[in-house]
Nanobody, 126 residues
Framework: VQLQASGGGLVQAGDSLSLSCAASGRTLRSFGIVSWFRQAPGKEREFVAYLRQSLGRTYVEDFLQGRFIISRDNARNSLNLQINSLKPEDTGVYFC???????????????????WGQGTLVTVSS
């Protein structure tokens, strides 16, 4: 099973970007949860958003709501993350991660996830 994040790049503040997490070897629907994390330079990896497959429910971290939109594309077996009104503090490597079952209250914890993609770099210039 492999997860592949893509879509990052160098953008200016205020721009939008669409990231994609593609799965191979398994359908995304077979996971209990698929999430996006990000890691800014010199900082710990932080939770961004998740898709709970069984309920088709999505959640974006509170302080990112309004700019970040998570959605799934079953035809492409991918999970997308749309980021609008990008800010310099959004700079970092964005990762997708998955787990077989939904970890209820622990979805923000990095160690709860079994599968990780290699990350895609987003750089936002001011």
């Amino acid at each position: 099973v492999q997860l592949q994040a893509s879509g990052g790049g160098l953008v200016q503040a205020g721009d939008s970007l669409s990231l994609s997490c593609a799965a191979s070897g398994r359908t995304l629907r077979s996971f209990g949860i698929v999430s996006w994390f990000r890691q800014a330079p010199g900082k710990e990896r932080e939770f961004v958003a998740y898709l709970r497959q069984s309920l088709g429910r999505t959640y974006v971290e509170d302080f990112l709501q309004g700019r970040f939109i998570i959605s799934r594309d079953n035809a492409r077996n991918s999970l997308n993350l749309q980021i609008n009104s990008l800010k310099p503090e959004d700079t970092g490597v964005y990762f997708c991660a998955a787990r077989d079952n939904f970890p209820v209250s622990s979805y923000r914890r990095v160690d709860m996830y079994t599968y990780w993609g290699q990350g895609t770099l987003v750089t936002v210039s001011s």
